[in-house]
């Protein structure tokens, strides 16, 4: 969730997301634009990603964005809840499939139509 946000305070796209999810990180990004006001190192984190959204930058970012949930745990389970909603909300359209993985994960298989054999292991 994080990245995502991270992503699109940067001014980069959410490109494969569904509209729930764009309005959901537009929402987070406006909420934690507001806590990184007058935070010099966070205002700092987020005008390099903008400037530069490389990987790194993105990974900045959004490392400001967990300390700032941390910090504040109620705001935290905010930001959560709004980003669950969104993903309880998405939806595919024209043939399109929708993955959710919430939390970490060894490995993970995402597939639409198998036609045919499949073998895994």
Same mark, same amino acid.
């Given at each position: !969730?994080?990245?995502?946000?991270?992503?699109? !305070?940067?001014?980069?796209?959410?490109?494969?997301?569904?509209?729930?999810?764009?309005?959901?990180?537009?929402?987070?990004?406006?909420?934690?634009?507001? /806590?990184?006001?007058?935070?010099?190192?966070?205002?700092?984190?987020?005008? /390099?990603?903008?400037?530069?959204?490389?990987?790194?930058?993105i990974a900045g970012l959004a490392g400001a964005v967990e300390r700032? !949930?941390?910090?504040?745990?109620?705001?935290?389970?905010?930001?959560? =809840?709004?980003?669950?909603?969104?993903?309880?909300?998405?939806?595919?359209? =024209?043939?399109?499939?929708?993955?959710?993985? =919430?939390?970490?994960?060894?490995?993970?298989?995402?597939? /639409?139509?198998?036609?045919?054999?499949? =073998?895994?292991?």
């Open positions: !969730m994080t990245v995502a946000v991270a992503t699109a !305070m940067a001014g980069k796209a959410v490109e494969v997301a569904g509209e729930p999810v764009r309005a959901a990180v537009a929402e987070l990004s406006r909420r934690v634009r507001e /806590r990184f006001r007058g935070r010099p190192a966070d205002e700092e984190a987020l005008a /390099r990603a903008v400037g530069d959204p490389a990987p790194d930058q700032l !949930m941390a910090e504040d745990p109620g705001f935290g389970v905010e930001l959560r =809840n709004l980003w669950n909603q969104a993903q309880t909300n998405a939806a595919a359209t =024209n043939d399109g499939v929708v993955n959710v993985l =919430n939390g970490r994960a060894g490995r993970v298989i995402q597939l /639409r139509d198998v036609h045919g054999d499949l =073998n895994i292991g």
